[in-house]
Nanobody, 122 residues
Framework: VQLQASGGGLVQAGGSLRLSCASS????????MAWFRQTPGKEREFVAA????????WYGDSVKGRFTISRDNAANTAALQMNTLKTEDTAVYYC????????????????WGQGTLVTVSS
């Protein structure tokens, strides 16, 4: 299974972006899906995760109320809707998948996309 993240780009503060994560190969319906982000010199930061059905969702404190994670198992995709973006949201965003329970630790995820850069300008 390979993951591919897309949708990053340059946006002004206060704007919105929607990231997508697509899978090639095995269906993702049995996987926990998550988004992480990383800036140079820092560890990968948990952004959001959802369980296999998409009903349960978890968010990092810095994005709660602004970002929404979703998934479409029929289409084998996941998404991250990012609203009211701030300059501090600038990072490379990664989608990830795990067959275990939801975790905020990047180490628990065995599948990773290549990352998509989000730049928020002031």
């Amino acid at each position: 299974v390979q993951l591919q993240a897309s949708g990053g780009g340059l946006v002004q503060a206060g704007g919105s972006l929607r990231l997508s994560c697509a899978s090639s190969g095995r269906p993702l319906s049995s996987y926990v899906m998550a988004w992480f982000r990383q800036t140079p010199g820092k560890e990968r930061e948990f952004v959001a995760a959802t369980n296999w059905s998409g009903v349960l969702r978890w968010y990092g404190d810095s994005v709660k109320g602004r970002f929404t994670i979703s998934r479409d198992n029929a289409a084998n995709t996941a998404a991250l809707q990012m609203n009211t973006l701030k300059t501090e949201d600038t990072a490379v965003y990664y989608c990830a998948a795990a067959r275990t329970q939801v975790s905020r630790s990047a180490a628990q995820y065995e599948l990773w996309g290549q990352g998509t850069l989000v730049t928020v300008s002031s």
